[in-house]
């Protein structure tokens, strides 16, 4: 599953996850695409209904996602940056997962990441730091994380290449 942030169809965060769908689909794997930004999805408002494994308690499109996340190999998070950490609609996903904690095994074999900044050095370890966290949560080896930087001087067709030699490598690796 690959679970884009893009905020539309024209920009860097949706060409990432188009070629990221399209060379997962080269190597034969089936790939769904999921973007939150047109599904209805609530913040977890931290209730705890979820503890002890009893799922959430919130009724919205998060089902789609957690029937994916726990079925598919890998997961990759695809996010633009937005004032140095993940942009919100990720995040508001990511923190739906709170489900699983404290159970390190309900996840994807592998987690991966793409991330767009528009600065010539755009902060990236804010949201590596969130997507490692859900990973060592879901029990997923992490397989690596896309940089991209510079976004404000290229457009979008500039990065497809940067995007399938990610894709590549990571398919080539423990995936495979
Ligand atoms: C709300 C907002 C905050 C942003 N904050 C940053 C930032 O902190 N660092 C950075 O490098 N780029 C920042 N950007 C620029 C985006 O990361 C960049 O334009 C990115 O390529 C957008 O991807 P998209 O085309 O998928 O929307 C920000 C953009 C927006 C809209």
Request: net charge negative; aromatic share 10%.
């Amino acid at each position: 599953m690959i679970i884009c942030a893009c905020g539309s169809r024209s920009g860097f965060t949706y060409t990432m996850c188009s070629e990221a769908r399209d060379g997962f689909l080269a190597k034969g794997f089936g790939v769904e695409v999921v973007y939150p930004i047109k599904m209805n999805i609530s913040h977890c408002t931290g209730c705890g209904s979820c503890e002890n494994g009893r799922g959430c308690v919130i009724d919205d499109d998060m089902k789609r996602i957690y029937d994916s996340f726990a079925t598919s190999d890998i997961v990759v998070l695809c996010t633009p940056i937005h004032y140095s950490g993940s942009s919100s609609v990720i995040k508001t996903v990511v923190d739906r997962f709170q489900t699983l904690w404290p159970k390190a095994s309900a996840g994807p074999k592998y987690m991966a990441c793409m991330m767009c900044g528009g600065d010539a050095e755009p902060e990236f370890r804010g949201a590596m730091h969130v997507f490692k966290a859900l990973a060592i949560t879901a029990g997923s080896e992490w397989l690596g994380d896309l940089r991209i930087s510079g976004t404000d001087s290229k457009s979008p067709s500039d990065i497809r290449e940067e995007c399938k030699e990610f894709i590549s490598s990571i398919s080539s690796g423990a995936f495979m």
